[in-house]
């Protein structure tokens, strides 16, 4: 709009309005001139948007799926500056490049530097003669290649059954295609120039001439053009045919076009190749023609007896025109899609819907998408009444792949039950669009049951029919769906007793058989500690079968399924492993030089689990996995408590005895017994506080569930959640709390080695045994005896421990022990406060009122903050006292 335009606008408005006086019309004239928007002062080349909406039919025609959401999210594309410009400039360098590029290959080529423009004559006759080479056999050529390419997709993908295949006589006699050849006239006699007959004889040949277009044949006056490629016939009429008979002439020669496309359609899709769908529409569309062949003999007897004039023939040719036109588009639009199966039926539905209001238009396409869906419905009978999946054309909206369900137990990241069965977009008919999911689920259900043996047929199965009312798929489609997942849903629960595994995986994997582990590792501590090479795997198995016998274990079912598995690293190496799956990380943890650290069998040490089909879809590897990180963990931390208990026993029998060192034995007594009621704690947190609620949603979620996919994303919440609140999910959390466990280890290992070294374990652990013999108790002189050597055995004892030098050492070592243990504890908590609040992982807030109970922690970290923040702030002038003591709050003994 212009400044002009603009000033007389405001003052037409302002004179509307009765507006006199004030700042006059300038003022609001510059005030719109600065807002105007940027759809005003956008300038569009008018060839640009011919180019794009023609473009924009094109894929209209073609029925292509989302185009209308493409042209709006290009619409907010050019609302953006800053991704105009970065297209901008891409699209600028992409065609340096191509330029680049294709000067390169003129220069290799050695094209002269002085080639002379071609003249508009020279590429008019280049482009006549590329037409004609263009025409005739080469499109058949392009045909045969396309059925080529097809017939290999499907005979590979159907490598045990034959096809059938049109013999090659059908495709090399083009006389059978009813469609116009070239030079066919009616008679090879010389054609008498119309020119110089009459009128009425111009209209009798004229008329004739029409009869045979109508029919697919070329004329004497009237001849078809060759085609180049999927374009609409094009006639040739006489130039000395009169003006008013060539004008009806051309209102009636559409009609032979289309025609023409479809004949040419129905003898494309009739071929196998391009599936059962095509072919049964174009079936439908050669029963269509027939009535039209039928209509056009009937005229041509006109004809013969003289009745029939060029008014006559376009008023009797009327009703077919819109038939014929109306297939002429559809196989047109079929064609340029290269639609198959579902998109074919999308296509016709929505023109069905299209032509609502004309109620022949609609008729019409009704009845070629309802004999077009016949094959396309019996495929989807099969796929939801049976499980069965029958689509050897590739038309289906269910896509089956080749996968091994044996791959469920050792892959990871194996997606079977994902990529078994998958959705074909493309080939969703749309009026099943919102149902695609139910039919995929559906089939799976019926087809895993299928797979363990059990022939199973829905009872509720009733023909499907094509209609407009999308209610009737949406019922039966229902029906089926609650039958198979009832179906599936008992089959796993009842007879292959899905939640009895289950209990069994939690009794082992989350260590809620308490006295089989008591047995197994008392059993199998020695063996563990050894590296996890030397390790015989044969032999854990067999203390692992004792456990199993001599504790309750034994009265489960399913206790065989048990196995041994020694992990090649650690639980951190793991978890960061399956947080890299599908991600860069992987490659590169997968290809890394192993660790150089020697695993111990404590560290290594995991248990497996035999799951057979059809169970393997819910206890699949990454399940087992995930069970395997929570026992892992739980299970080493088992480890560390009796560790700690072991040092206990020694310092509880250490007391009976008057050790002078005690006043600084009594340091280690108090680090030992902090260590215990942390890891104690942190044991009953993840057993009482975060496994067992937890199991009991997930028991109560499955006598709920009505799908196996709710079974399975029940189960994958109780997993992740349980990693997530056991802290496995974080790794820096995980390295912290593994810093604090190898604390506790050391730790036990070096009271170990000084209870050695003063014999201490020898000499307490005899005396503390109660004496007795098989002949009865002990007599009084044996008595005495004991009572003496009891004496020398304290003596001994504390002129040892009573060493400066041992002393001295011994409280260094737990000094730093204990520095090292609550820094790391101190680390955690603050971490876990972290995450508690911000991350809203309120769970782990029971964490640490367990292990702050009494503000003692909680005190020394806002004594670290404030120091770290008096580091950073600049030194105060004044008095300063000495530091007072910070109150130490005692953690009670249990």
């Not at 996919?709 to 992740?720: C, I, K, M």
């Amino acid at each position: 709009m212009s400044e002009f335009r603009i000033h007389h606008d405001v003052n037409e408005l302002l004179s509307l309005l009765r507006v006199h006086g004030g700042d006059g019309a300038e003022v609001y004239i510059d005030l719109l001139q600065k807002n105007r928007t940027p759809y005003v002062t956008t300038t569009v080349s008018a060839h640009s948007a011919k180019d794009f909406l023609k473009k924009y039919d094109e894929l209209k025609s073609k029925n292509t799926r989302n185009l209308d959401p493409l042209v709006y999210l290009l619409s907010k594309l050019t609302e953006d500056r800053e991704t105009l410009q970065y297209l901008q400039q891409n699209a600028k360098e992409r065609a340096e490049l191509a330029a680049s590029a294709a000067a390169s290959s003129t220069a290799s080529f050695g094209a002269p530097a002085t080639a002379s423009k071609i003249s508009m004559q020279e590429l008019e006759e280049l482009r006549k003669q590329l037409g004609n080479v263009a025409t005739g056999p080469t499109w058949q050529q392009s045909l045969e290649l396309t059925r080529k390419m097809l017939r290999d997709k499907q005979n590979k993908k159907n490598s045990g059954q034959r096809l059938p295949v049109f013999p090659a006589w059908v495709y090399e006699r083009p006389t059978l295609l009813g469609d116009f050849l070239t030079g066919s006239g009616t008679s090879t006699d010389a054609a008498v120039p119309i020119g110089t007959l009459p009128l009425a004889s111009q209209e009798a040949a004229i008329v004739e001439d029409l009869l045979y277009v109508l029919v697919g044949v070329d004329g004497r006056y009237i001849t078809a053009q060759p085609l180049t490629g999927r374009q609409s016939r094009t006639f040739l009429v006489d130039p000395n045919l009169d003006l008013s008979i060539r004008e009806l002439v051309s209102r009636i020669l559409p009609v032979a076009a289309s025609y023409s496309t479809v004949t040419r359609f129905i003898e494309e899709k009739s071929s196998f190749e391009y599936g059962q769908v095509n072919h049964a529409l174009a079936a439908a569309m050669r029963t269509l023609l027939k009535e039209y062949l039928i209509l056009v003999t009937q005229l041509e007897q006109l004809q013969r007896q003289g009745l029939l004039s060029l008014q006559k023939l376009w008023f009797y040719i009327q009703p077919a025109m819109r038939t014929v036109d109306i297939l002429a588009s559809l196989a047109t639009s079929v064609g340029k899609g290269e639609c198959v199966g579902g998109a074919t039926l999308s296509l016709l539905h929505d023109r069905s819907f299209s032509y609502t209001g004309d109620s022949q238009a609609q008729e019409l396409c009704l009845y070629l998408t309802t004999a077009a869906s016949v094959p396309y419905f019996e495929i989807l009978e099969k796929w939801i009444y049976r499980g069965i999946i029958d689509d050897p054309y590739s038309e289906f909206m269910v896509e089956e792949h080749e996968l091994r369900k044996e791959k469920i137990q050792e892959d990871y990241n194996d997606k079977y039950w994902e990529l078994r069965y998958t959705v074909v977009q493309r080939h969703i008919p749309s009026f099943l669009q919102k149902m695609a999911g139910k039919v995929l689920s559906t089939g799976k259900y019926l087809n895993v049951v299928r797979e363990c043996g059990h022939d199973v047929t829905c009872p509720a199965a009733k023909e499907v029919i094509y209609t407009l009312k999308e209610r009737a798929y949406v019922e039966q489609i229902e029906k089926a769906f609650g039958y198979a997942s009832k179906v599936l849903l008992g089959f796993l629960m009842e007879e292959k007793e899905l939640v009895a595994h289950l209990r069994s995986i939690k009794r082992y994997f989350l260590m809620d058989q308490g006295d089989f582990f008591v047995h197994f590792m008392d059993l199998t501590e020695e063996e563990l500690k050894k590296p996890v090479d030397d390790i015989t795997p044969t032999r854990l198995e067999a203390l692992l079968e004792l456990a199993l016998r001599m504790s309750t274990a034994n009265t489960d079912p399913f206790k065989d399924d048990l196995k041994i598995d020694l992990m090649p690293h650690d639980l951190i190496t793991q978890l960061l492993r399956v947080l890299a799956i599908e991600t860069k990380q992987e490659k590169a943890m997968v290809h890394a030089d192993p660790t150089e650290l020697t695993l111990s069998g404590l560290e290594a040490f995991s248990f497996d689990y035999v799951v057979k089909w059809p169970l393997s879809l819910i206890i699949n590897r990454k399940a087992l996995t995930r069970y395997q990180m929570l026992f892992r963990h739980m299970f080493y931390c088992k480890h560390v408590e009796r560790q700690l208990c072991s040092v206990w026993i020694s310092n509880k029998t250490a007391k009976q005895h008057s050790l002078h060192s005690a006043k600084w034995f009594a340091g280690a007594f108090t680090l030992r017994q902090r260590m215990l009621n942390f890891v104690q704690n942190v044991q009953y947190y993840m057993m009482l506080e975060v496994v067992e609620p937890t199991w009991h949603v997930l028991e109560k979620s499955l006598r709920s569930a009505s799908t196996i996919d709710d079974v399975l994303g029940h189960h994958a919440s109780f997993l992740d959640g349980c990693l997530k609140d056991c802290m496995l999910t974080n790794p820096e959390l995980l390295r912290v709390f593994s810093k604090l466990m190898s604390v506790c280890v050391m730790f036990t290992n070096c009271m170990q080695r000084f209870t050695q070294s003063m014999k201490l374990d020898s000499e307490l652990g005899r005396l503390t045994l109660e004496h007795g013999t098989m002949q009865g108790p002990p007599t009084e002189a044996e008595r005495a005896e004991e009572r003496t050597r009891k004496e020398l055995a304290r003596k001994c004892l504390a002129e040892h421990v009573d060493a400066p030098q041992l002393a001295s050492s011994f409280e260094a070592t737990i000094n730093k022990f204990d520095k090292n243990f609550s820094a790391h504890l101190l680390d955690l908590l603050a971490r876990l406060s972290v995450y508690s609040t911000s991350d809203c992982e309120h769970g782990m807030a029971s964490v640490i009122s367990r292990l702050d109970f009494n503000g003692f922690y909680t005190e020394r970290l806002e004594r670290l903050s404030a120091e770290r923040s008096q580091k950073v702030a600049p030194p105060v002038p004044g008095p300063r006292g000495p530091p007072a003591p910070a109150p130490r709050v005692a953690v009670p003994a249990q």
